[in-house]
């Protein structure tokens, strides 16, 4: 499948500084092998979360000159608090520059629910999901040892797969709402929680329906 953007999905870095740090590079890295091997666009969005001293994105920024991604090929915004928000961002920014398929990385136990979301957002043709060391074959000495470090153990995979687990249940519990309702609703929950400010009300549903 061609792709017209990778997408580098978030990374909450409050509960475990280092180890989320370390993962959020990871998947950077694998951009960095997918742009390598053709993705033109790499894809950052995260925004300042809350116990963050910088955004999401430009950690990723940083991460991504250093694995040799060229600026221009860069598209960041410092504005997604949630997985479902950058869904649907990602499928504005994709609009933006002609393109419709999208390759996103984020940790393997990230990868069904991430895959739902997108998938929901931009249609089960136009989206693949992959943990960063899918790309461990291709990737340069650097990029390998930085996606090797970004592997959790056993037993944080376990416990954050019960997690992912509670949380793709609850999404599905609410699919029989309206799309547009259930999208603001998960996207209002994700700042509310994430947000350096918090948000005092739910975001207006218009552009998500």
Do not use: N
Request: glycine fraction near 8%; include cysteine; charged fraction near 25%.
């Amino acid at each position: 499948m061609h792709f017209d953007a990778v997408l580098v999905l978030g990374k909450e870095l409050r509960r475990d500084p280092e180890r989320g740090r370390a993962e959020l590079r990871a998947r950077a890295a694998a951009a960095a092998v997918a742009h390598r091997a053709g993705v033109p666009l790499v894809l950052s969005l995260e925004a300042q979360l809350r116990g963050q001293d910088q955004a999401g994105s430009a950690l990723v920024a940083q991460d991504l000159a250093q694995f040799g991604v060229p600026t221009e090929a860069m598209h960041l915004q410092t504005v997604t608090h949630s997985t479902r928000e950058e869904a649907v961002v990602a499928r504005d920014v994709l609009e933006q520059f002609g393109g419709q398929r999208l390759l996103a990385i984020t940790a393997g136990y990230h990868v069904s629910r991430a895959r739902a979301c997108l998938v929901d957002v931009l249609g089960d043709q136009h989206v693949a999901v992959y943990a960063p060391e899918a790309f461990l074959q291709r990737a340069s000495g650097p990029e390998q040892a930085a996606i090797r470090a970004g592997a959790v153990t056993p037993v944080v995979q376990d416990a954050e797969a019960r997690t992912e687990m509670l949380l793709l249940s609850l999404e599905w519990a609410v699919r029989p709402l309206p799309r547009s309702f259930r999208w603001q609703v998960e996207i209002w929950a994700g700042r509310k929680l994430r947000s350096v400010e918090g948000v005092g009300r739910p975001p207006e549903p218009d552009g998500l329906s």
